[in-house]
C-alpha cells in the first residue's frame, strides 16, 4: 500500500503527511505509549538547536536523511520550529497586500512548509518501521498540534479568499496544465476541508479535527501494543508441529528478543489470518494462534480499541453532518476518481455474488479433505490456510515448501523486481552502502534511468520487527518537484519474517507479489516529472493511487521475468518446468477466499462511515456481524481480512471510506495489463508509453481522462474477474 501523505494542500504537503502517516498507514499501526492522561501537562519543547539535523536540507546525496545524526530528541523541535516557520510563510501570503495571482498564492504555498516537510517526512518514515516510546510520545504530543498547523492553512478566511478569486478568474489566467489541475486542486481541497463555513462552524470543525487527531494517534498506540501483546508464545516446541526448523529457530529467536528464554514466539501479522496457519499441524495450536490474532484489541484492557473507534466513527459522521453531507463516505469520496458511495456499490453489487459463490465452492473442497481425512470437524476459518494447501497440493501437486527455495528474496529483489524495472523502462540499480538507514536491515540503492542519469533513491526494509508497523508500504523521504530542485528518494517496507543467522529468507509467491506491488509504488514516486510537490508522483487518490502498484504485480509471474529470479538458492538450477506450470495452473486457487475477504473489509469500512451523527452503534462486534450480513458476505469460514478492532487503514491510515480502492484499483490495473497483453506484453516500447501516460503524470489530469488516454476506454471489470478466475456468467 501507499502511506499515503496527502490530504490538502500544505504547502509540499508536509502538514498532510503528518496527519495521515505517522500521526494517525501502511497497512500499519505504529505506537508503544498509550496517550498522556489529559491532566498531565507536557514538558516544554526546547527551541531547535542549529546543529539540528533537520535545520537545512541533507548535504547528503539527494538530500537524502542523515539517520546517523538524527537523534530522537532531535523530531520535535524541529517540528514545532517548522509549525511555526510554516505559519509565518502562510500569514505573508494570506496578507498580502497584492492581487492575487498563481506565482505569489498557490506557488508560494508550494514552496512554504519546507521544514516541516523534511521532519514529517523522515519521522512518519521511522514511527513506521522503527518506532520507539520516545518517538511515540513525540507523536501523541504533536499529533493536535499539527492539526491544528492544517486547520489553521485549511481554514484560513484570507488564504481562502485568494485562492478563491483565482479560480473564479481561472478562465483569464494563462496557466500550463498542471498549474491549472494545481488550482482546481487548491480550491477543491479548500471547500472540503471547510474553507465555506461559517466561523462558529469552523472552530467545530477545528474542534472536532483535533479532537479526531489524538484519537487516530491513541488507536495506533492501542492497535501496536495490543498487536504485540497478542503474539503466540507457547513453551512447548511439539506445539509448533509442521513448522520448518528455520520458522522454529524465528520463533525461538522471536522469543529470545522479549527475553521469554526456552519458549517460542510467533507474531501476529496485521491481518486476521496469520502465515503460520498454513503449516501448523496441531489443531489447537492454530485455533490459539486465529484466537490471539482475532481478539488482539478486544480483551476489555487499556489496549481495547472499541471504544476509541466508536469515537472516531461518532466524530466523523458529525463533521461529514457540518460540510453538509449526509455521511463521511460521501463527503470523502468527492475528490476520488468513484465521486460517490453509489460507484462503489454498483461495483461490489456485480463482484460479491460471484466472488461468494466461488467461496462457498472452495469451502466444499475443503471440507472434503477433512471428511476424508476422517478429521471429524467442520472447517472453521483457521482450518483454512492449512487445508486449503491441502486442497492445493492434491489439486495441483503443489506445496508451498518446493517453490519457496526458488524464492530468496535478494534474488527475487534484483533479479525479479530490479529486472523488470529494467526491461520495462530500461532503469538500472547500484547499492548503496555509504548511505546512513535507520535500522540496519536497511538497504539503499541508487536509481539510473535509461539514460544512465540518477533518478532517484530507493530504501528496502523488509524484516519485521516489534517495533515497526505492520503490512507493506512506500513512501518517500523526499518528494520530486522541479519548483523545489529535489528528486525523489523513496522507501518500500514489509514485514516478511526474518531468516535465523546464516539461513536464507525465503519468499512465498505471496511475499513476492508484495515486493512487486510495493516497488509498483515506488515506480510511481520515481518517475515523477513535476514542477509542484502536491501533484508529484503517488500524491493522488486513494482510488488511483494503488493502481500502478496492483498493475506492477502481474511481472512478478511474466515468464521472462520469472524465468529470471525464479531459481534455487542452493543449486542455482532454474524452476523445472513443470513446477512453473503447477504454479500457473494453481493462479486461481483460493481466489473465492482471498477476494471474499477484502470485499467484506471494504463493504465493513463504507457501513461505519455511511452512518449518519447519532446512529454510530454501541457494540462494534454486533454492528460488524450485522453488517455483513447485510452485504452477504458473513461466511463462518471466511473472516474479514480486518475487524473492525484492528482496522489500521480507516483509523488512522487515511483510506477511512476507502478500502474499497485496493478492489476498484486491481480493475484498473487488470484491464491495463490486458492492454499489454494484448500489445505484445513485456518491452521497452509498452513501458515507456505507460510510463509517459500513467506513472510520470502524478495528479496533473483527472483520472478518468488519464486512464481513458492509456487504455482507449473506460475501466472494464472483465479482465478483473477472468485474472481471478470468477465466472462473469455468475455475477
Not at 519521522?123 to 510520545?137: H, Y
Not at 498487536?227 to 529467536?253: E, H, M, R
Not at 529468507?505 to 511475499?511: E, R, T
Not at 470485499?599 to 461505519?608: G, Q, V, Y
Request: charged share 25%.
Amino acid at each position: 500500500m501507499l502511506k499515503n501523505l496527502t490530504l490538502s494542500f500544505l504547502g509540499a504537503a508536509a502538514l498532510a503527511a503528518a496527519s495521515t502517516s505517522g500521526f494517525a498507514d501502511a497497512a500499519a499501526g505504529a505506537g508503544t505509549a498509550a496517550a498522556a492522561p489529559a491532566a498531565t501537562a507536557p514538558a516544554p519543547v526546547p527551541a531547535m538547536a542549529a546543529d539540528n539535523p533537520f535545520a537545512k536540507p541533507s548535504k547528503l546525496f539527494m538530500q537524502a536523511p542523515p539517520f546517523d545524526k538524527i537523534k530522537d530528541s532531535d523530531y520535535q523541535p524541529a517540528i514545532e520550529e517548522g509549525i511555526k516557520e510554516q505559519r509565518v510563510e502562510v500569514d505573508a501570503i494570506a496578507n498580502n497586500p497584492d492581487k492575487p495571482t498563481f506565482e505569489n498564492t498557490i506557488a508560494a504555498l508550494e514552496k512554504s512548509g519546507q521544514l516541516l516537510n523534511r521532519v514529517i517526512l523522515v519521522f512518519s518514515a521511522v514511527t513506521g518501521a522503527n518506532t520507539d516510546d520516545e518517538l511515540q510520545k513525540v507523536q501523541d504530543d504533536e499529533a493536535p498540534k499539527l492539526q491544528a498547523a492544517q486547520d489553521y492553512i485549511t481554514l484560513n478566511s484570507k488564504l481562502f479568499a485568494r485562492i478563491e478569486t483565482l479560480y473564479n478568474g481561472r478562465s483569464k489566467l494563462k496557466l500550463d496544465q498542471e498549474e491549472s489541475r494545481l488550482l482546481e486542486y487548491y480550491y477543491q481541497e479548500a471547500v472540503l476541508a471547510g474553507a465555506k463555513l461559517n466561523d462558529a462552524d469552523k472552530d467545530q470543525l477545528k474542534k472536532l479535527n483535533g479532537e479526531l487527531a489524538e484519537l487516530t494517534n491513541k488507536f495506533q498506540d492501542q492497535l501496536l501494543k495490543g498487536t504485540k501483546d497478542g503474539a503466540l508464545v507457547v513453551d512447548n516446541q511439539a506445539a509448533l508441529a509442521g513448522l520448518s526448523d528455520a520458522q522454529i529457530a524465528s520463533a525461538a529467536k522471536a522469543a529470545d528478543a522479549r527475553k521469554l528464554t526456552g519458549k517460542w514466539v510467533i507474531p501476529l501479522q496485521n491481518t486476521t489470518q496469520q502465515p503460520s496457519l498454513q503449516f501448523l499441524t496441531d489443531r489447537s495450536t492454530r485455533q490459539q494462534l486465529f484466537q490471539d490474532s482475532w481478539l488482539r484489541t478486544e480483551h476489555n484492557d487499556a489496549n481495547d480499541t472499541r471504544p476509541t473507534i466508536l469515537s472516531i466513527a461518532e466524530i466523523r459522521a458529525e463533521q461529514a453532518k457540518l460540510m453538509g453531507y449526509p455521511d463521511y463516505a460521501t463527503w470523502k469520496l468527492q475528490d476520488q476518481m468513484a465521486k460517490n458511495p453509489a460507484a462503489v456499490d454498483k461495483l461490489f453489487g456485480k463482484l460479491v455474488p460471484a466472488v461468494t459463490a466461488k467461496a462457498r465452492d472452495e469451502a466444499k473442497e475443503i471440507q472434503a479433505v477433512i471428511d476424508q481425512d476422517k478429521g471429524g470437524f467442520q472447517l472453521e476459518p483457521y482450518d483454512w490456510n492449512f487445508y486449503a494447501e491441502k486442497v492445493r497440493k492434491a489439486k495441483y501437486d503443489l506445496d508451498d515448501s518446493q517453490v519457496r527455495p526458488y524464492f530468496e528474496l535478494d534474488k527475487v529483489l534484483k533479479d525479479g523486481v530490479f529486472y523488470a524495472a529494467n526491461q520495462l523502462y530500461g532503469l538500472t540499480f547500484k547499492e548503496r552502502k555509504d548511505l546512513p538507514v535507520w535500522q540496519s536491515d536497511v538497504r539503499v540503492f541508487e536509481v539510473f534511468d535509461a539514460n544512465k542519469k540518477p533518478l532517484g533513491l530507493f530504501y528496502c526494509d523488509y524484516f519485521k520487527r516489534d517495533n515497526k508497523s505492520g503490512g507493506a508500504w512506500m513512501s518517500n523521504l523526499v518528494t520530486q518537484s522541479k519548483v523545489l530542485g529535489t528528486q525523489p528518494v523513496i522507501f518500500n517496507v514489509a514485514n516478511f519474517p526474518k531468516p535465523a543467522e546464516g539461513q536464507p529468507a525465503l519468499l512465498s509467491f505471496d511475499d513476492v507479489t508484495t515486493m512487486f506491488h510495493e516497488f509498483g509504488h515506488g515506480l510511481h514516486g520515481l518517475f515523477a516529472d513535476q514542477k509542484y510537490p502536491t501533484l508529484s508522483g503517488a500524491n493522488t487518490a486513494r482510488d488511483w493511487v494503488e493502481f500502478p502498484s496492483q498493475f506492477n504485480e502481474h511481472w512478478a509471474s511474466d515468464p521472462k521475468v520469472f524465468k529470471h529470479y525464479a531459481v534455487n538458492y542452493k543449486t542455482g538450477a532454474p524452476m523445472p518446468a513443470e513446477l512453473v506450470a503447477k504454479i500457473k495452473k494453481a493462479s486461481t486457487f483460493n481466489q473465492g477466499y482471498d477476494l471474499t475477504e477484502v470485499l467484506a473489509a471494504s463493504e465493513l469500512d463504507m457501513n461505519w462511515h455511511e452512518l449518519a451523527p447519532g446512529s454510530v452503534p454501541k457494540d462494534v462486534d454486533q454492528f460488524e456481524t450485522d453488517s455483513l450480513t447485510k452485504d452477504g458476505l458473513l461466511m463462518k469460514e471466511v473472516p474479514t481480512r480486518y475487524r473492525s478492532s484492528y482496522f489500521l487503514h480507516i483509523w488512522s491510515n487515511g483510506y477511512a471510506a476507502g478500502y474499497y480502492a485496493y478492489t476498484w484499483t486491481r480493475m484498473l490495473a487488470d484491464d491495463s495489463f490486458s492492454w499489454f497483453e494484448k500489445n505484445g506484453g513485456l518491452s521497452r516500447k509498452n513501458g515507456d508509453r505507460f510510463r509517459k501516460l500513467i506513472l510520470s503524470r502524478g495528479n496533473t489530469e483527472d483520472y478518468n481522462v488519464m486512464f481513458k488516454a492509456f487504455n482507449g476506454h473506460s475501466p472494464d471489470i472483465g479482465p478483473y474477474l477472468k485474472d481471478h478466475g470468477i465466472d462473469a456468467g455468475s455475477k
